[in-house]
């Protein structure tokens, strides 16, 4: 069945944490939500998708049944976790950003300071284990789907006070952030086939950096480098020297 579309628990909360740093309870709340994850993601491993329940994934976990309801309102819940996690480690650099840069020199940037190639590497197995599995790939779209809702809240938090809100520039905006972020990940898989090593975690972390240039750029592509032999126009021949006649 599809995935329930996340709630606030599904979902990483968006708020700042405190300036003095999480509190014992919030760090027990996340290590518990990553020990679901990391259980989820290791039955969709072995058992394939559909192929385990909410049960399995508490046991595996170590929590109960109850506890697993507390975070998550499905298996593909705990499934597009993933997706989530990798998007809300981006939304943390991307609030760190100077809020009058451009928002997509921010998302870039934010992008570029995931510097570990690994951080992308929970992302990049669930999209190669949803290539071959309609529903888990529709779970993965629908997460994907709900991140542009936590990008707009992100884009909206970069507004000053009282500053003018062009809603359709807004969702446009995030749309096509999603869609590159997307394309991305479809051009990594035709290039290294789901590969998960050092090598090819390196070229999706590149490729999702370079699509959110393509962005900002509009899309402009470099000019093609010049070639080393050109046909003469008009205007050169008739500059041209005559070659001296041949007897």
């Known amino acids: 069945m599809p995935a ?26 996340a290590a518990t939500r990553q020990a679901i994850t990391d259980a989820a993601l290791a039955l969709l491993r072995s058992n394939g998708p559909g192929n385990f329940t909410v049960e399995d994934i508490a046991d595996a976990a170590g929590i109960s049944r109850r506890t697993f309801f507390n975070y998550f309102s499905s298996t593909e819940a705990a499934i597009a976790a993933v997706t989530f996690g990798f998007l809300d480690k981006a939304l943390q650099q991307f609030r760190l950003r100077p809020a009058g840069e451009p928002f997509l020199e921010s998302a870039r940037a934010a992008l570029v300071e995931l510097a570990d190639p690994m951080t992308v590497a929970p992302l990049a197995e669930l999209y190669s284990l949803g290539q071959a ?61 789901g590969s998960l090593t050092p090598e090819s975690l390196s070229t999706l972390r590149q490729l999702l950096i370079d699509s959110m240039g393509l962005l900002g750029s509009g899309f402009a592509r470099p000019d093609p480098a010049p070639t080393t032999t050109q046909a003469t126009t008009p205007a050169d021949a008739s500059t041209a020297t005559p070659s001296p006649d041949r007897h």
């Open 4 to 29: 329930t579309p996340p709630s606030s628990a599904d979902a990483p909360s968006a708020s700042h944490p405190p300036a003095d740093g999480p509190s014992r309870r919030e760090l027990n709340k």
């Open 133 to 193: 599995n309609p529903q888990l790939s529709r779970s993965e779209l629908e997460a994907w789907d709900h991140c542009t809702v936590e990008i707009i809240t992100a884009a909206r938090e970069r507004l000053s006070e009282g500053a003018e809100l062009d809603e359709l520039y807004l969702r446009a905006l995030a749309g096509s952030v999603i869609s590159c972020g997307k394309a991305a990940m479809d051009v990594w898989f035709l290039q290294c086939g």
